[in-house]
């Protein structure tokens, strides 16, 4: 345990009170991303970075258009994010689509929720996009590093993992 930890967050103080609130504008922004996503030449920057996530219903079976951050890692895309009602509709084994201004790839998903899975790749994720960190909850600590007691209180609110795997 650090100098100031606690029963409830071993790894010390946390430096931010956790994720943001979905900004009331966050449809509009989605809309935005998604339309971006379909320019020809300026997709290819904005798809460096974010992509359009295309997510099944386990009930409805209604395709569900995502927009989401992602960072490479290895042959990986890691998404950080609160454990969103799409994140409910992937299921390891069921594949999924995404796009990044292009044709439609095909991913299997996998959903990390252990503390140890959460905190260890919240990290690179955190390393790689810092907007992302901020947006949920993760700071940074004097050296450059993302905060691991912030990372801590990201997944005891829910804060998830999606490790996208190339099909």
């Not at 009331?24 to 971006?36: D, I, K, P, T």
């Not at 095909?106 to 907007?131: C, G, W």
């Amino acid at each position: 345990m650090t100098e100031h930890a606690s029963p409830e967050n071993p790894y010390g103080t946390p430096t931010t009170s956790g994720p943001e609130r979905i900004p009331s504008y966050q449809g509009v922004m989605n809309r935005v991303v998604r339309a971006l996503l379909r320019v020809p030449g300026l997709s290819g920057v904005v798809g460096k970075r974010l992509m359009i996530l295309h997510v099944v219903g386990r009930k409805s079976g209604k395709v569900y258009d995502v927009p989401l951050a992602y960072t490479r890692h290895g042959d990986t895309l890691l998404i950080g994010t609160a454990l969103r009602p799409w994140v409910k509709n992937l299921r390891a084994g069921d594949p999924v689509r995404a796009s990044f201004g292009g044709e439609p790839r095909t991913f299997d998903p996998m959903v990390h929720t252990s503390e140890a899975d959460v905190l260890r790749l919240y990290e690179i994720v955190a390393r790689d996009n810092k907007q992302n960190a901020k947006y949920n909850g993760i700071g940074f600590t004097a050296d450059g590093s993302p905060s691991k007691a912030d990372i801590y209180q990201t997944w005891q609110q829910g804060g998830v993992v999606v490790e996208l795997t190339p099909h």
